[in-house]
């Protein structure tokens, strides 16, 4: 079984790694790219019995 834990900041709270993203978004032309937020994907692999 796979399963996928998603990792994001919580709304109102900085995120500089999301803006430093989105400015150097901008600097690539990129300019209608707004709100990034950065996170993290974590993929698991589990046994078939395990919940």
């Known amino acids: 079984m796979k399963g996928r834990v998603l990792i994001s900041p919580k709304k109102g709270i900085a995120d500089p790694q999301g803006t430093a993203v989105e400015q150097a978004l901008h600097a690539l032309g990129f300019a ?15 046994p ?4």
């Open 48 to 51: 078939e019995g395990d919940r």
């Open 32 to 46: 209608d790219v707004r709100a990034v937020r950065v996170g993290k994907v974590i993929d698991l692999e589990l």
